[in-house]
């Protein structure tokens, strides 16, 4: 800055010159504050949520590997390395009495989280739904709703996407979501229905 005459001594700021509203909240930088810095109370809210509801269908069959689910997928990008992310949905599955099971996977990225423990041979999912058992095909109408939900500590900034797999018991496995197998035309059993998945993130 340009002065006419002597340029004036300079003199430390102190804390009385900040006035509020000097220094807006663009200027501050988004991982600057730390948890312990806010007001009591803050840590636990709800700062952004960010859903997707899938309301076509999907269908898998002949495999027990997991496979995406398409268009079952959420991505949030947190506001500071110390948030968690709790994850809630459900998927709306229809399976035939040979797939025996559905199992519902949760991954971050790539990587599967939230499943159970390691035990042998067993296989290790988030949740599950038994299929239909019902031989005589009475019952391919009816359709699951398989809960999910975790609270997941990913440490980033980055835009973090989550998103749900399925995989059959066995390789004669059949399995359908939003829709029953049988998916009848004119009657009032069949239907079709939705998944969600929905990422909250909460403040640390």
């Known amino acids: 800055m340009a002065y006419i005459g002597k340029t004036p001594t300079a003199v430390p700021l102190t804390s009385s010159d900040i006035t509020n509203g000097i220094i807006t909240t663009a200027k501050i930088a988004d991982d600057a504050i730390s948890a312990a810095k806010l007001a009591s109370g803050v840590g636990g809210k709800v700062l952004q949520v960010v859903s997707t509801t899938k309301t076509d269908v999907f269908s898998l069959s002949g495999t027990t590997t997991k496979t995406d689910v398409t268009g079952l997928s ?20 229809g399976t035939s009495p040979s797939s025996q099971q559905i199992f519902i996977h949760l991954l971050r990225g790539s990587t599967e989280i939230a499943l159970g423990d390691s035990a042998g041979a067993r296989r290790r999912a988030h949740s599950s739904a038994v299929g239909n058992t019902d031989t005589s095909n009475l019952y391919n109408w009816v359709l699951t709703p398989v809960p999910f939900t975790t609270l997941d500590t990913p440490n980033t900034t980055s ?10 018991a066995t390789t004669n496995s059949v399995m359908y979501i939003n829709r029953s197998i049988r998916d009848s035309e004119g009657t009032y059993y069949d239907g079709r229905i939705v998944s969600t998945i929905t990422a909250y993130e909460i403040a640390g």
């Open 74 to 93: 959420v991505a949030i990008t947190p506001s500071s390395t110390s948030s968690k992310i709790l994850i809630t949905g459900f998927v709306g599955s």
């Open 159 to 168: 835009a973090t996407t989550y998103k749900i797999q399925i995989s059959g």
